[in-house]
């Protein structure tokens, strides 16, 4: 699978490991999944690592996304979710496109470079 995820019940956080370019559908099954499972509760935080080898998502898989992140804001809640690119510019500024696409939603996106600084900001603390 491109997409595996773990939940931190005590921090409050699902953590999001992509190793290959996911479709939108293998995406969205999994996230599916994780707003399924009985760990997870409306307003856990995010934090997603996108490999260097993850290539940037296309355009129509951005788009998608944004959608499913509107459609199912009931589900999500008010969260941050961080997003680690260690990938090249073109991946960074198309997260980043994700991320001002979610305005008016409940879910505040950052991207980061570094993990242990995204996840300082998802704990407060950055």
Request: proline share 4%; glycine share 8%.
């Amino acid at each position: 699978m491109a997409v595996t995820y773990r939940i931190n019940p005590g921090e409050r956080i699902v953590y999001l490991d992509t190793t290959a370019t996911p479709s939108f559908e293998e995406w969205r099954d999994t996230m599916v999944a994780l707003l399924s499972d009985p760990a997870f509760e409306t307003g856990f935080d995010f934090l997603t690592n996108r490999g260097p080898a993850v290539g940037a998502p296309s355009a129509e898989f951005t788009l998608q996304a944004a959608a499913f992140y509107r459609d199912n804001q009931a589900r999500f809640g008010r969260c941050r979710w961080a997003s680690v690119v260690s990938g090249d510019v073109t991946t960074y500024d198309t997260i980043r496109k994700l991320a001002i696409m979610s305005d008016g939603t409940d879910i505040q996106i950052m991207v980061f470079r570094d993990s242990e600084e995204a996840r300082r900001w998802l704990l407060g603390r950055g």
